[in-house]
């Protein structure tokens, strides 16, 4: 059965922290990996990752996959309240999307 | 291209009314509709997916005739639950993709379906 793996559930640091979010899957017929970030409403994309090892940057976030291990990280560096959001990774196979079950991130001041 | 648009954003109904959510790609053909259904402190689950042109494509478990999907143009794609019910109440929100969409999928910014 197709399915992806998020961890930690849920996260609450310190701002200024730096957290790593997992995402493991196992899907038939792979094509690419995504990362939402998930406020009030619908989430916002942030990466779309189809090759291992390369390493995709957006300010302080980055993620990276690795197809050999199935799975993907997504960091986020110097945390600021704003960041504080559920983090939503989707694997693309077989023709749809499967969603893990999210991460809720908690940034305190 | 890469902005979908979804109406209404928030909606109240009657139980036994029919409700229709629109979602529009405004800048790119969306070959595809994906349409999902969120429950609260919970990921999205996806509903069905839509191809222009041909019919929708229902996860198991998700009745096709209450969860009307239409998808007539490369623009345009619609969802009508019918004959609402209370436990219909949810977070619906589409993700279109196709030629002319800039990273692969992209999201409308959901409705929220209040059934009382």
């Known amino acids: 059965e197709d399915k992806v793996v998020q961890s930690p559930l849920s996260l609450v640091v310190h701002e200024g922290d730096t957290v790593t979010l997992n995402c493991s899957y196992e899907?038939?017929?792979?094509?690419?990996l995504l990362w939402y970030k998930q406020e009030k409403k619908a989430p916002t994309f942030l990466f779309m990752l189809?090759?291992?090892?390369i390493e995709k940057k957006s300010g302080r976030l980055s993620s990276i996959l690795d197809k050999k291990e199935l799975f993907s990280i997504l960091n986020i560096t110097a945390t600021q309240t704003g960041d504080s959001a559920i983090y939503l990774c989707?694997?693309?196979?077989?023709?749809?999307?499967?969603f893990g079950t999210g991460t809720s991130l908690t940034v305190i001041p | 291209g890469a902005v979908v648009s979804q109406h209404p954003s928030r909606v109240i109904c009657k139980s036994g009314t029919s409700v229709k959510i629109e979602c529009r790609s405004l800048d790119f053909q969306a070959t595809t509709m994906f349409w999902y259904r969120q429950f609260p402190k919970k990921s999205l689950m996806l509903m069905a997916t839509s191809n222009e042109g041909s019919k929708a494509t229902y996860e198991q478990g998700v009745e096709k005739d209450k969860f009307l999907i239409n998808h007539a143009s490369l623009t345009l794609s619609t969802l009508t639950v019918t004959s609402a019910h209370p436990e219909d109440s949810s977070f619906y929100i589409c993700s279109g993709t196709g030629r002319g969409a800039s990273y692969g999928y992209t999201f409308g910014s959901g409705t929220r379906l209040t059934v009382v």
């Open positions: 899907v038939t017929n792979f094509r690419s």
């Open positions: 189809t090759s291992s090892g």
């Open positions: 989707a694997v693309e196979a077989n023709g749809q999307f499967y």
